[in-house]
């Protein structure tokens, strides 16, 4: 399958939203990647409906929408109305993530779910079947711009053994830290899907950089 590049729009310039969705539109970039923090399963607050709704008038691409918040069943018909194609939630904020699981594909979006980095890959064993995709986490998550953690190539080879084993459909997607320099070896593993913010919109051309990011993996 043809590697994914999901620019987070964390990194974007918030005064220039527009502008900077319009650039992902006309890239060769995939989805978009929405950071969704609550300041309470993450200590950080990142911004929510409204922004999204602006966001979602303007995108032309699939909406990968990554919740970091405690509960995440509350909002889960409301981001499908915000336009939401793909909805991931946190493995460590969810008690019955096989119900959320199934309630995220109710009403109509795939369903993700994220690992953080010091959750192992085998708490999914008796879910893989059903997730459309999974985030590892290479960060810990709450902020953009941080350093990978190098532990994630071991965790994206698991996952890739236990989606092959059960012949599940599943997407391995990589968030945090992703630049060219791991963007290969990731894709190389078994990854499918590689989030870049920091590395894409705080560089000169950010159009350029996800293109020379698309074509380093494919
Ligand atoms: C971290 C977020 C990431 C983040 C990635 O909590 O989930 O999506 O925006 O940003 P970079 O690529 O800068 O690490
Ligand atoms: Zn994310």
């Known amino acids: ?22 650039m992902v539109n006309n890239s060769d970039a995939d989805w978009f990647h929405i950071d969704i923090m609550d300041g309470v399963f993450v200590p950080n607050i990142s911004f929510g409906m409204p922004v999204l709704k602006a966001i979602s008038s303007h995108a032309k691409k699939t909406i990968d929408v990554h919740l970091m918040i405690v509960d995440p069943d509350r909002y889960i018909k409301t981001f499908a109305d915000l336009g939401a194609d793909i909805l991931t939630v946190h493995y460590e904020a969810c008690t019955h993530l096989h119900r959320t699981v199934q309630a995220i594909k109710a009403v109509g979006m795939k369903a993700g779910v994220a690992l953080n980095p010091h959750t192992p890959i085998s708490v999914l064993e008796d879910i893989i079947s059903d997730l459309d995709l999974v985030c590892i986490m290479s960060v810990n998550p709450g902020f953009g711009g941080q350093s990978f953690i190098e532990n994630t190539y071991k965790k994206v080879t698991q996952l890739k053994h236990l989606i092959n084993d059960t012949n599940s459909k599943t997407l391995i997607e990589i968030d945090g830290g992703v630049t060219s320099k791991n963007a290969k070896q990731l894709t190389e593993a078994g990854a499918d899907v590689l989030v870049a913010g920091s ?19 494919n």
Do not use: H, W
């Open 1 to 22: 399958m043809n590697k994914l590049i999901a620019p987070s729009v964390l990194a974007a310039d918030f005064g220039n939203l527009q502008r900077d969705v319009e």
């Open 199 to 217: 590395f894409v919109f705080k560089s000169e051309n950010p159009t350029k950089t996800i293109a020379d990011l698309k074509s380093l993996c």
